[in-house]
């Protein structure tokens, strides 16, 4: 099974600062994404990239930029973080050469103060 | 309105019972998934069942594409199986992203 990681774990931070959670997966997976899911919610999708360089858009991107650096590492990015931005954080990866499954990370718990 | 929907939103049962969770969607899906959300947080994928029926363990989903829904069975309960299922479709057509349900919260009770 895909081995996703993320970092770190748990993030507190101030509004108006600046944070990126990163994640790594060591399989190749050419897609790789950012959820968050907040209380009442499902998982929703932030952004994701189908390789290195490579950015798309997903449902909820407003305050979110996120950056796709290799195969392995997808970052997120919240450059002036808000209060509204506290959430558990998923990352996840797939490979649409062998299968339709989304494997996911431990989660990040964000909260801004 | 959501695309996804779960029910029941949350459930008690007692070890031993059975478990029925119920996923309708709105839009024609390419692909299911099944997972389970842990108190703690932590996600893992019980199923990928885009259509028919699947089993691993003392789980079953059956899918019915045409209905636009799916049920995860959970059998003979455990304590350990406490936490949240989620449904989650691919509406894309590409296999790129999912929508996820808000989840079912099982509890079960010793």
């Known amino acids: 099974e895909a081995a996703v990681t993320q970092s770190p774990r748990n993030k507190v931070t101030v509004t108006g600062g600046n944070v990126t959670l990163s994640c790594r997966q060591t399989?190749?997976?050419?897609?790789m994404y950012w959820y968050r899911q907040d209380t009442g919610h499902g998982l929703r999708l932030i952004h994701y990239?189908?390789?290195?360089?490579?950015?798309q858009i997903g449902d909820v991107p407003d305050g979110y930029k996120a950056t796709r650096t290799t195969q392995e590492d997808f970052f997120l990015l919240l450059e002036l973080a808000s209060p509204s931005q506290t959430s558990l954080y998923f990352c996840?990866?797939?490979?649409?050469?062998?299968?339709?499954?989304?494997?996911f990370g431990p989660g990040t718990r964000l909260t801004v103060l | 309105g959501q695309q996804v929907q779960q029910s029941p939103s949350s459930l008690v049962l007692q070890e031993g019972e059975n478990a029925e969770l119920q996923c309708n969607f709105s839009?024609?899906?390419?692909?299911l998934q099944w997972f389970y959300q842990s108190p703690g947080g932590s996600l893992v994928s019980l199923l990928s069942?885009?259509?028919g029926t699947k089993h691993t363990g003392r789980l079953t989903s059956t899918t019915v594409t045409k209905e636009r829904r799916s049920s995860l069975h959970i059998s003979s309960s455990q304590t350990t199986d406490s936490g949240t299922y989620l449904c989650a479709i691919d509406i894309s057509g590409s296999f790129n992203k999912l929508t996820f349900g808000a989840g079912t919260r099982l509890a079960v009770c010793p």
């Open positions: 839009s024609t899906a390419t692909q």
């Open positions: 069942n885009p259509s």
């Open positions: 990239s189908y390789g290195a360089g490579n950015l």
């Open positions: 399989n190749s997976h050419n897609y």
């Open positions: 996840a990866s797939r490979d649409t050469q062998t299968g339709r499954e989304q494997y």
